[in-house]
């Protein structure tokens, strides 16, 4: 994507980015991306309203209900094959309006009992979020909390169900330039006119180099690759917890690693450069998920997947319940197919976005995902 200069804009985080660069110099894009969607007065997750017509982007739970009425009904599997353990916590990181949630506890309705186990607990970091949240679940005779992080949850140790549904894509992660001297941290600093600008410095740690020299042979001069640390509340509530957990993730990116600057930007439905407003549009990576494979099974944790989200939806039923909700609907039919449409595109949402499964070793695979290993 191409820098449009004229398009660049001092929103207060800009100018509280370039006084911090002027003061320290530049910083990393994980650093970028952190002040981006979370800085404490200007993040663009602190305060805004994201999500739908009205915000920046749309979720899968926001195009049709059928999304989150079959991860409510992967959820009632799972806790089957978990052995039903009453209580239990079912995690959502990064819940948006709660509309994902709210459609899964729907379809749950159909086992009495897991809603009578069930403690929901939702971690977001946007007090609008939240508040759509709580008005979008006051109805529902289950326990919510929204504990920040899941060690503050009212009993972290119970047996965990854990969605994160497009949420590691705002994972901040660092890039890197291979250069004709070996590898070069990738840096927001400032031009000669003043403006955010991206540039490299030869500091990179010898621990990421060897690493990108091992996941990047063929990386050519000049191409950014990009590396996760994945050590936030998500990882460690995946590698720590200890009970039983089962994991879901659905997010758009890549089933490999290679070379390619994945940082984007989206404000108002529309792709833009992602130094152009900082803390006022959507700044994500697309997952790398044999990365995700990598750091976040374990010898206690299996991996199950990826497949794209077509595969996973497919094989949850999702055609013989749109079938059932158009038959019952028929003057929604249209409206039905043209959603599952465009969660199933092999060329959009589809294939673009895929299901990755995490679980206790001593659990079964889990549904609509194909076995996994141990690291």
Known sequence: MSYDASARRDTPLALKLKARIVAEGPIRVDEYIEACLYDASHGYYVNREAIGARGDFITAPEISQIFGELIGLWCVAVWDEMGRPTPFNLVEFGPGRGTLMRDALRAMRLRPAILAAVRVNLLDTSAAF???QRAALADLPVPIAWPGKLVH????????????NEFLDTTPIEQFVRTANGWATR????DCDGALAFTTSADCPAPAARQLEQRFPTARQGEVC???SFDHDFAVAILQLPARVAALILDYGHMRSSPGDTLQAVRGHVHEHPLTSPGEADVTTQVDFQQA??????SRILVDGPVTQAEFLGALGIVERASTLMAANPAKAMEIETAVA?????AGMGGRFKALGLRSADLPPLPGLPPGRRR
């Open 130 to 132: 939240t508040a759509q």
């Open 342 to 346: 465009r969660l199933m595109s092999p």
């Open 153 to 164: 949850a009212a009993d972290p140790t119970l047996p965990a169900i854990i969605i994160a």
């Open 226 to 228: 990009e590396l996760y």
């Open 293 to 298: 494979t990598e750091s976040l099974g374990s």
């Open 187 to 190: 840096r927001v600093g400032l």
